[in-house]
């Protein structure tokens, strides 16, 4: 049997009597087009294209919020959109019918695992970089350092390099219990009776009843708000080319026109954290090759503490 093939569609446009006349062109030009939803503005276009998945967007290109380009910018991120420019429109053809789930592998930053492999401390460039970021905090003798998403503690033992003997107060917390087994046997109690590990969402509120922190570290995790908010004399946020995306994690801006990732994710990130740190005041050093480090110190922080 031959089925009717039915074309969806969702309108995107912030002038109710545009998004009626649109509709009603389509009508008109396109009979087998079916549009399953029109909303007025880019984060309900991004959600409804999620969630209703049509074959075809139409989104104004300005529009209150985020605007049709960066609505399209935003699932192109998530691979599934090709963009045509028509006029003032932006059409974009979903390539795959369904978006890739986020990666929730159970374990997946866990000992043993490809990932816990790797050892960024053997690329001389990361391990210069973060040593000049840590010797920035100049921490004094039993200051206070959390690392948010410590995995195995590796960073830590730079820290140690940085500050021999000076018997920091260390906490390292990170959703994965096996890798903080490695980092509680990279620092075991008895020789750092300071340092604790513990299991913890980093996301979720909380993190301010912690307290005052000398030195926030959050390599290769992400940041969120409530991190850069996190009340530190100094913060140093190491940021690879990937983001969190409405909560998911997405790698590189690998867009479907590109074969390879390219940076401007990471240009975005870095520069809305220094931005805002700098609005925070504090001094920002962005610095690194491959892992981008912002280092923001924050002015007046010894006498704000003495
Ligand atoms: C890419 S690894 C980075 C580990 C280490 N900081 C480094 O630079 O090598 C990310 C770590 O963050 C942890 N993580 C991810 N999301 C987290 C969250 N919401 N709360 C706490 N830890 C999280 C993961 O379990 C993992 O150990």
New binding site residues.
């Given amino acids: 049997m031959h089925e009717k093939h039915v074309v969806t569609a969702l309108i995107a446009e912030d002038e109710p009597l545009l998004a009626a006349a649109l509709k009603a062109e389509l009508a008109s030009a396109w009979p087998a087009l079916q549009v399953v939803a029109t909303v007025a503005d880019g984060a309900s276009a991004v959600a409804q294209a999620l969630a209703l998945q049509p074959d075809v967007l139409f989104f104004d290109i300005q529009m209150p919020g985020l605007t049709g380009l960066e609505a399209a910018a935003d699932l192109l991120d998530a691979q599934v959109l090709t963009p045509v420019r028509l006029g003032e429109m932006v059409q974009l053809h979903f390539r795959r019918r369904r978006v890739q789930p986020p990666d929730r592998t159970p374990g997946?930053?866990?000992a043993g695992t490809e990932?816990a492999r790797?050892n960024?401390l053997e690329d001389p460039h990361f391990l210069h970089d973060l040593t000049e970021a840590l010797a920035r905090a100049s921490l004094e003798p039993g200051a206070r350092v959390l690392?948010?998403?410590?995995?195995?503690g590796?960073?830590l033992e730079v820290l140690e390099q940085v500050y021999p003997g000076h018997g920091l107060q260390v906490l390292g917390?990170?959703?994965?219990p096996s890798?903080l087994k490695l980092a509680r046997d990279r620092f075991p109690a008895h020789r750092f009776p300071d340092y604790r590990f513990r299991v913890?969402?980093?996301?979720?509120p909380g993190l301010s009843e912690l307290g005052r922190f000398d030195a926030v570290?959050?390599?290769?995790?992400?940041q969120?708000p409530s991190v850069v908010q996190a009340p530190a004399g100094t913060l140093i946020l190491?940021f690879?080319n990937a983001r969190y995306r409405g909560g998911e994690l997405s790698y590189g801006a690998r867009t479907l026109n590109f074969t390879r990732p390219d940076l401007s994710l990471l240009v975005k990130d870095v520069t809305q954290a220094r931005r805002a740190l700098q609005g925070h005041g504090f001094t920002v050093y962005v610095t690194g090759k491959y892992?981008v480090l912002v280092t923001a110190v924050r002015r007046g922080w010894e006498k704000a503490n003495a």
Wanted: charged letters at 25%; aromatic letters at 6%.
């Fill in positions: 997946r930053y866990a990932f790797v960024k690392s948010l998403g410590v995995g195995g590796r960073e917390l990170d959703l994965e890798a913890q969402d980093v996301t979720l570290l959050a390599l290769s995790l992400l969120s190491g690879p892992e």
